[in-house]
């Protein structure tokens, strides 16, 4: 695995020495890229069930730990705490968590590694927000086409021809000077994206992993893809634009010019950032504070003033906001590099919300990012879980003094060909003309059975004509003539009961035991009482009663 020939522990399993080489090479590129700084692991065994999704099946409880143990005393690690149980639920005065860490070796960075295929864990990763952890999850249709676009989109920047100047290189990293003076290596190996959700599937989703997305703005003008020089296009304050828009006001001027701080615009912008972003008051001021020269009181005058300039969106500040705009960025940055780099073949690195591109295709990207943001805006008022919509026509969300075509109104963008109300309004329409299909179909189809229906209806009346004629029988019962009676109309036909002929039915019962002929009567036919059950008893009890008084004699009952 290393050249430099560093033994390493001997595991006892397979997944113990794939534990090794793994956190081994994890050490020596952390070395080289990020001198000086601690790597964080967990030494709580609930922290890896279900992580094998992500990093395989060598990554364990006792595979981690395990190894961890045993490249403590290599020449790969200077330092090593080990976090005692409970310390995760403490932080420092700083707010930094207590988790177990280790201190990368100075020497380690001079260990070469040899050419390695990288092979990205996974694409797609949800990752709990209170702990960082991932989240592992079930495969469905949505979250298969996102992978395979990954899929696809690396695989392009994998053969492309992007080459990396400026900077100190050594190997596969490079050494870059920050705006603060201090230097930060990136991996230039690195060229795979995935995409982080927090939580759930409609937060985050930024691309992550690339590495042009380590650089600052300075060191990514210095990429060169296809032989060519780079053109960087973003969109200017993307999140509060879209505050703003949810709002239903258009945002005028700068966003970060805040009367009061105008010479701290860099401070101004970090603060209205962490506004969006933050979840309550306290956490903003308490990350503020550490921007700004004057502590906690700056930070609140900051605030107050940064409110103040924004009123018509404060009620998003400190309100978890970010979170949710960048899922609306992300999907504006997936429709953009789905159709400039898998459509048309262009290779566009992306940066969140900016978009870097050979310079011959800048008004090709400029395009793509005008439409694919008025595609993208009105949804912010959903996202954000408010009904206020914008009628005002919408500016250019670019830099560098571009003037693109504004965005049309909202009243004209209802009367274009591909707007909301005439897409649904088209569905309206197909579904009518299918219906009416189907009902034309169903009687050109009754059409073929009507002579069949003709004869049901003539049975049918030829049925009820019997049954009306039995109705009006005058049947005979002992020797009194009943009045006729209406027979019940069902499936049999009522006859003349004193005209039926005697049937001989054989004997089934145990009283027919000589052979004796049986006869069949004709069922009565039902009639009504003529008298009620209540008027029955009332007559029982009046009887009863001058009986009793001696008025009745025993005969006359």
């Given at each position: 695995m290393v050249e430099a020939g560093v033994p390493l522990p001997d595991g006892r399993t397979k997944r113990d020495r794939q534990a090794l080489a793994s956190i081994a090479s994890g050490i020596i590129s952390s070395a080289r890229t990020k001198p000086g700084q601690w790597m964080s692991y967990s030494r709580s065994e609930s922290w890896y069930p279900g992580q094998e999704m992500y990093y395989g099946d060598a990554f364990g409880y006792s595979t981690v730990v395990g190894a961890m143990e045993r490249l403590t005393d290599s020449p790969l690690i200077e330092g090593h705490i080990k976090a005692r149980p409970g310390d995760h639920l403490r932080k420092t005065p700083t707010?930094?968590?207590?988790?177990s860490r280790i201190l990368p070796a100075v020497a380690a960075a001079k260990i070469v590694l040899p050419k390695m295929d990288k092979e990205l864990a996974q694409s797609i990763r949800l990752r709990r927000r209170e702990d960082k952890r991932l989240i592992p999850y079930k495969e469905t249709e949505a979250i298969y086409r996102m992978r395979s676009m990954l899929t696809r989109l690396n695989a392009h920047y994998a053969a492309a021809d992007?080459?990396?100047?400026?900077?100190?290189?050594?190997?596969?990293?490079?050494?870059?000077m920050s705006k603060k003076g201090h230097e930060y290596g990136v991996d230039l190996s690195s060229r795979a994206c995935h995409r982080v959700f927090n939580d759930v599937w409609t937060l985050g989703g930024r691309y992550y992993g690339a590495a042009w997305q380590a650089m600052d703005k300075d060191a990514r003008k210095q990429i060169v893809i296809g032989g060519e020089e780079v053109f960087e296009a973003d969109f200017a304050t993307l999140h509060p634009r879209l505050l703003y828009h949810a709002a239903g006001i258009r945002l005028e001027g700068d966003a970060y010019d805040i009367p009061g701080y105008r010479d701290q615009r860099d401070a101004c912008k970090r603060g209205v950032n962490i506004l969006i972003n933050a979840t309550a008051y306290p956490e903003a001021v308490h990350a503020l504070s550490e921007h700004v020269g004057g502590g906690y009181h700056e930070a609140v005058d900051m605030i107050e003033a940064i409110r103040e300039k924004h009123a018509p969106?404060?009620?998003?500040?400190?309100?978890?906001?970010g979170i949710r705009l960048q899922r609306v960025d992300s999907s504006i940055c997936t429709d953009i590099v789905n159709e400039?780099?898998?459509?048309?073949?262009?290779?566009?690195l992306s940066v969140h919300d900016s978009f870097i591109v050979p310079s011959s295709h800048k008004t090709t990207v400029i395009d793509a990012m005008e439409r694919h943001f008025n595609k993208h805006v009105d949804g912010v008022s959903r996202v954000l879980n408010s009904s206020v919509k914008t009628k005002e026509c919408r500016p250019s969300p670019l830099h560098k003094g571009f003037i693109l075509p504004s965005a049309r109104p909202a009243s004209c963008r209802a009367a274009s060909s591909d707007s909301e109300s005439n897409r649904n309004r088209r569905k309206i329409q197909s579904r009518t003309l299918k219906t009416v299909r189907v009902e034309e179909t169903y009687s050109v189809v009754t059409n073929r059975f009507s002579r069949i229906k003709t004869r049901a209806k003539a049975a049918a009346t030829i049925k009820a004509q019997s049954?009306?004629?039995?109705?009006?029988?005058?049947?005979?019962?002992g020797k009194r003539r009943r009045k006729p009676v209406e027979c019940i109309q069902t499936t049999h036909v009522c006859v003349d009961a004193a005209n039926v002929p005697e049937r001989p039915v054989e004997p089934v019962s145990d009283d027919c035991r000589h052979g004796a002929k049986m006869t069949e009567k004709p069922s009565a036919i039902w009639q009504p009482r003529k008298r009620t059950v209540p008027e029955l008893i009332r007559e029982a009890e009046r009887k009863r009663d001058a009986r009793r008084n001696g008025k009745l004699k025993s005969g006359q009952e």
């Open positions: 707010g930094v968590t207590l988790q992007i080459e990396f100047h400026g900077g100190r290189h050594d190997g596969d990293a490079a050494f870059f969106i404060a009620r998003f500040f400190h309100s978890d906001a400039l780099t898998l459509r048309q073949g262009v290779t566009c049954l009306s004629a039995a109705s009006s029988v005058v049947v005979e019962h």
